[in-house]
């Protein structure tokens, strides 16, 4: 499979991609890892006529620590994120989930950004960045704005990403003594998940992100107050799916993923020592 | 791009992928294509020194960057460890994903260069094999690796 013939451009840096986005207008397509994107470009699912390379901009590839919390520039790739130190020690459920996005070849290649640009529900990095409560830091044409996570997946592979904005940087708080865990179930290894969850337990609050439970990424909130309201995690978690329509497919209808949502949840909850 | 130390300069299309750039482009046809979907691990090549599935990454990604292919691991007609231990181990049978999953294997020590046999089939879980079972390849990394299995 071939992707339909393209304009190909690189840009230098943030600045040289706002502009060279401001120039193409709908007819461009950012490329970062390119593995989200390329796949659907060899099925003929996108066919921009203009891509612009982001790929190399080096100054978006960086995890820092910035006081309350890290700072993650969206062209960081997974396996950057995997065996960061910091991220390891003050946002472990960020290193975890990530961990298990696709394997090494793939993790060599996407980046923190395009997997939150691409907006996909069965993805894992959304979910724990959900129950990590990060914010986005996009750039457009009228500046930069912050976007919480909870507002920024608005539908199904839609985000608050306009055509002419770059997603440049990921705010995740500092949680270095939460408890946390993130389970995926899948059937092979290298698989999306089927159902995922990720929880982050911190003091007497939760947070639980949930993988391919809904059209977007989402959170239980319900589970998130039960438990502020001091249920135990098996009571809690009986209420991960409430509200949420994940979708059906050939590994799972839609009442086994949400018996799978209450299972991953209520494990997820334990093994944080909620 | 530079390919196992050679510079090589074609003019392609910006949609060439990176695997056909290598195989119909460049002439280097040890680099299979098995699902053409980044799911089976046969294209795996090095990008600068990193495994990544050259069916999912475009030849002009690569532009200025060091690709290395199956066809550059041996030192003349000596084999690469790797090599040697899949011979050794019987680690192949058809040999078709052969060529991806040693060039995912020898990535994967050089980022822990002593695996336990866990981190071994994590580390090959983007590498499909439709003939040894596994068990043999397993065993050829560990044997590469020279270690004592304990991990790191
Ligand atoms: C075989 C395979 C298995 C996978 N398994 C998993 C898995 O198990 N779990 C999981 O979570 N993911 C999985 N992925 C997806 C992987 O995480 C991708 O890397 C990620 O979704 C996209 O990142 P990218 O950098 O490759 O983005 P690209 O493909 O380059 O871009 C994706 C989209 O985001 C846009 N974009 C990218 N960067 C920016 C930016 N900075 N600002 C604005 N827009 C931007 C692009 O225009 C494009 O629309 C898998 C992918 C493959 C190929
Ligand atoms: S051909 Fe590239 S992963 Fe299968
Ligand atoms: S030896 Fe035949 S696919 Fe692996």
Known sequence: MIPAAFDYVRAESAGHALELLAE?????KLLAGGHSLIPLMKFRLAAPAVVVDIGRITELSYVRDAGDHLAIGALTRHRDIEISELVGTQAGLLAAATSKVGDPQVRHRGTIGGALAHGDPASDIPAALLALRATMVVEGPDGQREVSSDDFFTGFLETTIGEQDLLTEIRVPKVPDAGWSFQKFNRRAQDWAIVGAAVLVNGGSCGVGL??????PVR?????SAIAGGADAADAAASAADGLEPPADLNAGVEYRQHLARVLTRRGLEEAGA | MTINGTLVSLDVEPRTLLVHYL???????GTNVGCDTSSCGACTVHLDGEAVKSCTVLAVQADDREIT???GLADGDVLHPMQQAFHECHALQCGYCTPGMIMAAVSLLDEVPNPTEADVREGLEGNLCRCTGYHNIVQAVLQAAGGDGGGR
Do not use: Q
């Open chain 1, 211 to 216: 993988v391919n439970m809904d059209s977007r």
């Open chain 1, 220 to 224: 239980a909130a319900g589970v998130e």
């Open chain 2, 23 to 29: 195989r119909d482009h460049a002439g280097l046809t």
């Open chain 2, 69 to 71: 292919t199956i066809e």
């Open chain 1, 24 to 28: 193409h207008g709908d007819e461009a």
